[in-house]
């Protein structure tokens, strides 16, 4: 039998990744290029593939109430090899999947170059693929080469939507003042004490919030400063700039915790995430940021616990660059007038790992089965795979494309009558209940070619 021709997938992180893993399991040949260590980027700081650039979190784990949550089980079952590097490598996070970074991108690329239906080629790719190369994956990221990125604007015709992405400092853990600080899940969800928690009074909380709105910020390049923020990652600054009870109500917000040494609750919290397995290292939770960083050291330090803060990576700001998919791509993740290519992850306007992902896997599946001279569909709309490819590539409005997280606002409504004034408490599980048992013969079908067994290392 001839072997196929190999799909050739062009960027190694969670969505190329992810693409070559489902290609080599369909038994499909994939060679994997990524330009790192060759050409650096603003916010990698490793050469492995797979690295978690921002937060160490892929959110929520619960699969019944949260549609992020629901997506981490589908792609469980559609053998994704992320997911099952993120269950090996996890911390403590209460009802969120947290993962050790170092050790989950090393997973990843060890179970990739042990593949030898997959070859890794380190180099840049910058320009369109050569007419060779007939089946390709650009799954480049929010972070992609200039001159590729030139390259796709010249073939598209149409200017790359952008936004500002912000990255969360990370302080070493025994630098942290726990007389005043305490380890509480918020309503004790997971183990009970998975974050750090660091109180701050009114006083304290009205000095910060000032602190912050005057502190050195990062200046934008002329040609940056009208690019907009995704509002599902807005730094603190512009969150405080927003009203001075806006962090108090967004990520430092205390409901659901009480400092088990004091009476009365914190008027603001501020929560820290374990980042590694050693438990070395600690995340601060929704703390992106662009300030400077003789800035974060001092301004940071004003939190109570922190005043002798460590800081192992400070906070950064990066520019993301997205396709306007829903004019671009077809349900297969076909660039429509070239459809040779295809796209994968945050390039399509997903937001977060997981999405990345997910869409990595999807652009995977649909290579295979052309490699295979099949037709795969794409999954139902009612699964979270579905509702996710189904946004991005006609759902939303061409005019107004903007990044998006998986959420249940992307489903399908349930049937006139399912949800009740009774039951209505029951929406988010029912819809969970129907994502997965229309998945199960979504599976079914597109399962032709046996899945390849390779171990997660």
């Known amino acids: 039998m ?5 799909v050739h997938i062009i960027g190694g992180g ?14 499909i040949p994939a060679v994997l290029h990524e330009m790192r260590p060759l050409r650096r980027t603003e916010a990698h700081v490793t050469d492995t593939l797979a690295e978690l650039v921002c937060s160490n979190s892929f959110r929520s784990d619960d699969a019944e109430n949260n549609a992020v949550g629901l997506l981490h089980e589908e792609m469980r079952r559609c053998g994704s090899l992320i997911l099952r590097a993120a269950d090996a490598h996890r911390v403590p996070a209460g009802g969120a999947l947290a993962v050790d970074r170092h050790g989950f991108s090393a997973a990843v690329e060890a179970t990739l170059r042990a593949e030898p239906l997959i070859e890794l080629r380190r180099e840049e790719i910058a320009a369109l693929p050569p007419a060779e190369w007939d089946s390709v ?7 992609t080469s200039p001159a590729l990125a030139e390259a796709i604007r ?22 942290i003042d726990m007389d005043q600080a305490w380890m509480q899940s918020r309503y004790d969800k997971g183990d009970g004490s998975d974050y750090i928690n660091c109180p701050l009074d009114k006083p304290g909380y009205e000095a910060f919030v000032a602190a912050l709105l005057a502190g050195d910020k990062t200046e934008f390049h002329g040609w940056e400063k009208d690019t907009p923020y995704f509002e599902g990652c807005l730094p603190i600054e512009v969150m405080a700039a927003r009203g001075v009870d806006t962090l108090r109500w967004g990520p430092m917000k205390p409901v659901g915790l009480r400092d088990p040494r004091r009476e009365r609750g914190a008027y603001a919290v501020v929560q820290l995430r374990q980042d590694n397995a050693l438990g070395t290292l600690y995340n601060m939770v929704g ?18 616990g922190l005043e002798r803060a460590e800081f192992a990576r400070f906070g950064g700001l990066h520019r993301n660059t997205f396709l306007n998919s829903p004019r671009l791509l077809d349900r297969a993740l076909c660039l429509k007038s070239l459809p040779r290519l295809r796209f994968a992850g945050q390039i399509t306007g997903v937001e977060g ?22 037709s795969l569909s794409p999954p139902p709309a009612t699964t979270a795979l579905g509702a996710l490819i189904d946004h991005i590539t006609a759902g939303a409005d061409v005019r107004l494309f903007q990044p998006m997280n998986v959420n ?7 049937p006139e009558g399912t949800v009740t004034r009774a039951n209505r408490g029951e929406r ?8 997965l048992a229309d998945l199960r013969v979504w599976v079914g079908e597109s399962a032709a070619v046996p899945a390849v067994a390779t171990a997660v290392r």
Not at 154 to 175: C, K, M, N, V, Y
Not at 288 to 300: M, P, S, V
Not at 408 to 414: D, E, I, Q, S, T
């Open 2 to 6: 001839t072997r196929p021709s190999p």
């Open 14 to 27: 969670l969505a190329g990744s992810e693409a070559a893993w489902q290609l080599a399991r369909a038994g």
């Open 137 to 143: 994956i650009i799954a480049t990221g929010p972070l």
């Open 154 to 175: 010249a073939q598209t015709g149409e200017d790359a939507l952008a936004f500002f992405d912000a990255i969360a400092p990370i302080i070493h853990r025994d630098s």
């Open 287 to 304: 703390f992106q940021t662009k300030l400077k960083h003789a800035e974060q050291k001092r301004i940071l330090r004003m939190i109570p």
């Open 353 to 374: 790992y997981v999405e990345s992902a997910a869409i990595g896997l999807l652009a995977g599946r649909f290579a295979a089965a052309e490699r295979h001279g099949e």
């Open 408 to 414: 249940f606002g992307l489903f399908p409504p349930l």
């Open 428 to 435: 988010k599980p029912l819809l969970a209940r129907r994502a």
